[in-house]
């Protein structure tokens, strides 16, 4: 039986296992990604979570975060949109690659061509360039699907 090698940080900070952990489950196609939220719960009881919130749950129960579902949303921490600056401590998001946004943190990444591309045809216009460093709630709210986000992030944070 082999064991799995986890990649190494590029920055001294980053909890490896936490950021791999996360990575998996965005390129795993098993969470269905929603917009706006970090947790969302449809009236069928379907799920949609938001790259953050999908990072939000996993790391709930590790940092003791209060969890309220009112049966249409999931808070963490009192935090419906964003996650509270616990998780990116525990993801050891270095200072330059956070963000505060009004109701919580987001994780800033560099984006490549594509990315940029992408995003510039969902506001029809040219705001974005290769190399910019960008929130990636705005990836995951202009429909930038979960594996892109984690390949930009495991590009950010992670040596393969």
């Not at 509270?84 to 330059?96: F, K, M, N, R, Y």
């Not at 591309?117 to 709210?141: C, H, K, P, R, W």
Request: a negative charge; hydrophobic letters at 40%.
């Amino acid at each position: 039986m082999t064991t799995a090698v986890l990649p190494t940080a590029k920055y001294d900070s980053i909890n490896v296992e936490a950021m791999e952990n996360w990575l998996k489950e965005l390129e795993s196609g098993e969470t269905l990604q929603g917009q706006s939220r970090l947790h969302t719960v449809r009236h069928d009881g379907t799920e949609e979570l938001c790259c953050l919130g999908v990072v939000s749950r996993q790391l709930a129960p590790v940092l003791n975060l209060s969890v309220l579902n009112d049966g249409f949303r999931v808070t963490y921490a009192d935090n419906a949109g964003l996650p509270v600056g616990a998780v990116l401590e525990h993801l050891g998001i270095p200072e330059s690659h956070r963000q505060w946004l009004d109701t919580g943190w987001t994780i800033r990444v560099r984006i490549d061509e594509d990315t940029a591309d992408a995003l510039n045809q969902t506001y029809n216009a040219v705001l974005f360039s290769t190399n910019e460093m960008i929130g990636v709630q705005t990836l995951n709210d202009r429909g930038i699907p979960f594996t892109k986000i984690a390949a930009l992030l495991r590009k950010e944070f992670l040596n393969a």
